[in-house]
């Protein structure tokens, strides 16, 4: 069962515009969520993370905002540029048994046209 | 910034056909991990480790070994490959992040 979804599979946006990526969990101990960006080509890096403490997190054009009552999270991408266009992957993990691994959604893949 | 390298960064092999990929990180990070990401299903656990001799099972096992020698190398082996392993395999290292590779894009024919 996937534990970490991720919603839209796709989305486009114009140059500009705020992309909204969601994600939802299912183990209500996951506690660290990170998000991050693949470009095609390269492996995936770090983007921006959040801690089940905190509702929100900032940094530049990238924000999430964290619901851990309903078990959503997003990620919002302000003025987007096409540079922004990649896949986005929302991973999750808890404090319980193994907290050596990632539970990985299955992406998001973003194009943002000029 | 840790840093990740793979090899080789592409591979191309016959059925029963046997395969190493190898993947060194350079900042000392305890854990090392090895995923396969196919279209449709993100990213998925091979195996990992969190230090040389150890070897965890991931959520993908089957057909693969791996091996961690040092902190630094990470070798994934495939004995006996087939065409459902053919995939983009990416390694990655972490302290509290997790730092991938570029990846190693393996056709199995």
């Known amino acids: 069962q996937q534990q970490v979804r991720q919603s839209p599979q796709s989305l486009t946006v114009w140059e500009g515009e705020t992309a909204i990526l969601n994600c939802s969990y299912e183990?209500?101990?996951?506690?660290?969520f990170p998000w991050y960006q693949q470009f095609p080509g390269e492996g995936p890096a770090l983007l921006i993370s959040?801690?089940?403490v905190s509702d929100k997190k900032e940094d530049g054009r990238f924000t999430i905002f964290f619901n851990k009552r309903e078990k959503k999270l997003s990620l919002h991408i302000t003025d987007s540029q096409p540079g922004d266009s990649a896949t986005y992957f929302c991973?999750?993990?808890?404090?319980?048994?193994?907290?050596?691994?990632?539970?990985w959604g299955l992406g998001t893949s973003l194009v943002v046209n000029p | 910034e840790a840093a990740v390298t793979q090899s080789p960064r592409n591979k191309v092999t016959v059925t029963g056909g046997n395969v190493t990929l190898s993947c060194r990180q350079t900042?000392?990070?305890?854990?090392m991990y090895w995923y396969r990401q196919d279209t449709g299903h993100g990213l998925r656990l091979i195996h990992y480790?969190?230090?040389?001799?150890?070897?965890q099972i991931g959520d993908v096992p089957d057909g693969y070994k791996a091996t961690r020698t040092t902190q630094e190398d990470f070798f994934l082996l495939l004995e006996l490959a087939s065409p459902s392993q053919t995939s983009l395999y990416f390694c990655?290292?972490?302290?509290?992040?997790?730092?991938f590779g570029p990846g190693t894009r393996l056709t199995v024919l």
């Open positions: 900042n000392s990070h305890n854990y």
């Open positions: 959040i801690r089940s």
């Open positions: 991973a999750a993990r808890g404090n319980v048994g193994d907290n050596s691994k990632l539970i």
């Open positions: 480790s969190y230090g040389a001799g150890n070897l």
């Open positions: 990655a290292s972490s302290d509290a992040e997790q730092y």
């Open positions: 183990d209500s101990t996951f506690n660290y």
